[in-house]
């Protein structure tokens, strides 16, 4: 089965309310990236994580290799925040990580 | 910033006929890598690379053949297209030694009729 396993597979929100995006891992991760996919189609990195949790802007992400998982909490959703969202983890010898299947969020006024 | 290009950004192909996708890289990394992102898929990993002159199989190589002539350039070959290869593909870089984030172009789309 996959080894990254990502929910929803699709979100709604309204402006200025926030969820949380989250990747289930059936093994033991090193590490966890979080990228969105814009419009035009770029990859944009948004965290690396190998454990705890950061925080950029209205974006948070943990990281807990324990209970295999990681989640990414957006808040005070703006329109421009729509898009694709990855998580991709790594578990571990040269770095080559597994993406879950994405997360569709699209941002309504 | 990370600089990582890709050649071309659009390509119409037909069946049959090779197809190859480039990759530059100007941040001396020893890694690249070449995903796949169909709908429902994610980003399957097809071929990377630890540096000039290797190449290692990801997780769906097949009908799929990767060159890594020097630091900074890294192709994805198609041998003999087919349909079921029509996808977006995205090449990434990333420091073997630091290990803490992918850097990827910004995607080719490929049809294969």
């Known amino acids: 089965g996959d080894q990254v396993e990502q929910s929803p597979s699709a979100l709604s929100l309204h402006e200025g309310t926030g969820s949380a995006l989250r990747c289930n891992f059936t093994?033991?991760?090193?590490?966890v990236q979080w990228f969105r996919k814009n419009s035009r189609g770029s990859l944009i990195n948004l965290f690396y994580?190998?454990?705890g949790t950061k925080e950029n802007g209205r974006l948070k992400s943990a990281f807990d290799s324990k209970e295999r998982y990681s989640t990414l909490h957006i808040r005070d959703a703006q329109l421009e925040d729509s898009g694709t969202y990855f998580c991709?983890?790594?578990?571990?010898?040269?770095?080559?990580?597994?993406f879950g299947k994405g997360t569709s969020l699209v941002v309504h006024p | 910033e990370a600089a990582v290009t890709q050649s071309p950004r659009n390509k119409v192909a037909v069946t049959g006929g090779k197809v190859t996708l480039s990759c530059n890289q100007t941040?001396?990394?020893?890694?690249m890598y070449w995903y796949r992102q169909d709908t429902g898929h994610g980003l399957r990993l097809i071929h990377y690379?630890?540096?000039?002159?290797?190449?290692e199989k990801g997780d769906i190589p097949d009908g799929y053949k990767a060159s890594r002539p020097s630091q900074e350039n890294f192709s994805l070959i198609l041998e003999l297209a087919t349909p079921s290869q029509t996808s977006v593909y995205f090449c990434?870089?990333?420091?073997?030694?630091?290990?803490?984030?992918?850097?990827f172009g910004p995607g080719t789309r490929l049809l294969v009729l």
């Open positions: 990434a870089s990333g420091d073997a030694g630091r290990q803490d984030t992918q850097y």
């Open positions: 093994t033991t991760m090193r590490a």
């Open positions: 994580l190998a454990s």
């Open positions: 991709a983890a790594d578990s571990g010898g040269n770095y080559k990580p597994t």
């Open positions: 941040n001396n990394h020893n890694n």
């Open positions: 690379s630890y540096g000039a002159g290797s190449t």
